[in-house]
């Protein structure tokens, strides 16, 4: 164990899961979203097998036993994928960030309908006042108004909260999955699924891409998997209730990058929605390590001496 590189691992693969995503919003005006889910799975799957290869856990690291849990978390997966790519192209990268982080709330609650998980009052009240920031989020961009918000906009919103839905769902899979599969086979798995069922989207119109966006699309899926890899080796070296609120500073490179790279400024609703949401996110975190914790104390404490 190895908390500071942990957490240093887990900054690195969330500025690259921003970096990939700021590609994919860059193509997004000429590449539909199928295609670049196609690129972005499609070349995530080299830089993963160099990863087992390097491990010398190629042969046990694509093994399954599961291979139809494999396929229901692809098949999720990847329409949070798509859905997530074609949002990118209809609002800016801050607000399709902030309305992203309901995905963990939401797990809350699907863990609990499906899993049989217990959820306790807490953290059922903050995923209440997380989702109230989602909605403070969201408001803008749901007046179906004509004179209001462009209607361009009103659907990035909606799309954007369903890709969240569908990660969480997939998120509920990969524990399913967590219980007789090993990391690298769900991670390598899900990229062959997911490149599969993006060629579904061929009748869709798919283009040509221009060499910018050829070039943006392959970076966008080696980025894709290299942040995968970083990940993983985070939750290897640390707690994963240590590492998992670095994941909010995601909004901050997005602001950055929104307002750097594409001219977008954040707006102050925005801002109070995603604070709003980072702090339940944080608070449920937070309370699950202490939890975690004491139960640790009393296995400790009922353990035989001697």
């Known amino acids: 164990m190895n908390p500071l590189r942990g957490i240093a691992l887990k900054i690195a693969s969330v500025c690259v899961f921003v970096t990939m995503a700021s590609l994919i919003k860059a193509t997004s005006g000429h590449v539909p979203p199928g295609e670049a889910v196609f690129f972005r799975s499609l070349f ?13 856990e190629l042969s046990t690291g694509l093994r399954t036993s599961a291979p139809l849990g494999h396929f229901w978390r692809g098949l999720v997966g990847t329409t949070s994928m798509g859905l997530g790519f074609a949002a990118l192209g209809l609002l800016p990268l801050p607000e399709v960030t902030a309305i992203g982080y309901a995905a963990p709330l939401l797990v809350v609650v699907f863990a609990s309908m499906f899993l049989g998980e217990q ?3 807490f953290r059922l009240s903050m995923v209440g006042l997380g989702m109230a920031g989602v909605l403070i989020v969201l408001s803008p961009r749901l007046n179906v108004d004509p004179s209001g918000a462009d209607i361009r906009q009103t659907l990035g919103a909606v799309i954007t909260l369903m890709s969240a839905v569908c990660a969480a769902l997939a998120q509920v899979f990969v524990r399913k999955l967590v219980r007789t599969e ?15 069922l993006s060629l579904l989207t061929l009748p869709w119109g798919w283009v040509l891409p221009a060499w910018p966006e050829l070039i943006m699309l392959i970076c966008a899926g080696l980025l894709g998997g290299f942040g995968q890899i970083l990940l993983t080796s985070s939750y290897r070296l640390a707690d994963a209730s240590l590492i998992a609120p670095f994941e909010y500073t995601s909004m901050l490179l997005s602001i950055g990058v929104g307002f750097l ?14 604070a709003i949401i980072v702090v339940a996110g944080v608070a449920i975190i937070l309370r699950e390590r202490r939890l975690g914790l004491e139960r640790a104390r009393q296995r400790k404490a009922m353990t035989p001496q001697g």
């Open 119 to 121: 959820v306790r009052l």
């Open 261 to 274: 790279v594409f001219s977008e400024e954040p707006t102050t609703q925005m801002l109070i929605g995603a």
């Open 44 to 56: 995530a799957i080299p830089v993963i097998v160099g990863w087992l290869v390097w491990r010398h």
């Open 182 to 196: 090993g990391t690298a086979a769900i991670v390598f798995w899900f990229s062959v699924t997911a490149t599969g």
